[in-house]
């Protein structure tokens, strides 16, 4: 049994799709797709069900997920233990809030994997730090950027919501709507500049720093918020998303490091990020 098709299971597993499962992969989807098709005809039994919001696991799939994640474990474990040990590198690596804890623990896991001894800190984004991991809009002179990840973001509201009725969501229709504001965030700071031109206010009902803590409260039924078009958010059982008639937010995430001199521990996060970034281009 090929341990790569046991591994892209994994991330299809852990992804509720095949795109997220080639984002964390750094693969196109195709090849996702035919490694789950032959596993399951190595198997003899369907592994998920496809439709069209992503994949769902099968009892099988169920069945089969702790063991992969077993043989892969133990597969890392004996990597390691037979592995020269080095002189510890210490990166201090800063990460900027709302990056998504589901592709910024995978993105760690494998940068941890094939560093060398690496004694990695996390950090805010604005203390000391060998790189960042921050939006484009927030490079300071003399660093360079290796983009990872591109993202659209919506409006996200209660499910039941009457707004959720509309294939869009104007500005006009915010004004009065109770809100879930986070604070620092770029595209939230885009929000409040095309709301003060449209002369549009918003009720804010809280102010908070994570996406996850905000998603919970818009689940709840507190208020609306801006959200990134991630896929676990857009599978929210208890949140709908609608895109903004009039205003288009993106935002790009990279790697934000020194131009002049790149640390020899910083090549394995780089490289990382620019295979995410080609399999994106691809898909």
Not at 117 to 143: F, M
Not at 175 to 197: K, N, V
Not at 266 to 275: D, F, S, V
Request: proline share 7%; glycine share 8%; aromatic share 6%.
């Amino acid at each position: 049994m090929d341990v790569r098709s046991l591994r892209y299971f994994i991330a299809a597993y852990e992804g509720g799709s095949i795109s997220a499962a080639a984002r964390r992969c750094h693969v196109a989807q195709p090849s996702i797709s035919t490694a789950l098709v032959q596993l399951e005809e190595r198997l003899g039994t369907p592994l998920f069900e496809r439709h069209r919001r992503g994949i769902t696991p099968t009892e099988e799939g169920h069945r089969l997920y702790p063991l992969a994640r077993q043989v892969s474990e133990d597969l890392d474990a004996i990597s390691r233990l037979f592995r020269t040990p080095a002189p510890a590198m210490p990166v201090r690596l800063g990460l900027m809030r709302s990056l998504g804890a589901s592709r910024m623990t995978a993105l760690l896991k494998e940068y941890i994997g094939q560093g060398d001894n690496l004694a990695l800190t996390l950090v805010n984004p604005e203390e000391r730090c060998d790189a960042r991991i921050i939006g484009e809009q927030d490079l300071s002179p003399g660093e360079a950027f290796q983009p990872i990840w591109h993202d659209s973001y919506r409006l996200a509201l209660p499910s039941g919501h009457p707004l959720g009725l509309q294939g869009t969501v104007s500005l006009a229709d915010l004004d009065g709507l109770p809100f879930i504001w986070r604070h620092p965030c770029a595209a939230m700071q885009q929000l409040a500049t095309a709301l003060s031109d449209a002369g549009v206010r918003c009720q804010v009902r809280a102010r908070l720093r994570t996406i996850e803590y905000t998603l919970g409260l818009v689940a709840a039924g507190v208020g609306a918020s801006l959200v990134p078009a991630w896929p676990e958010i857009l599978a929210h059982p208890d949140v709908q998303s609608r895109p903004l008639a009039e205003l288009e937010i993106r935002q790009t995430i990279g790697v934000a490091y020194p131009a002049q001199q790149t640390m020899p521990a910083l090549i394995p996060l780089l490289q990382l990020g620019r295979a995410a970034w080609e399999a994106r281009e691809r898909s």
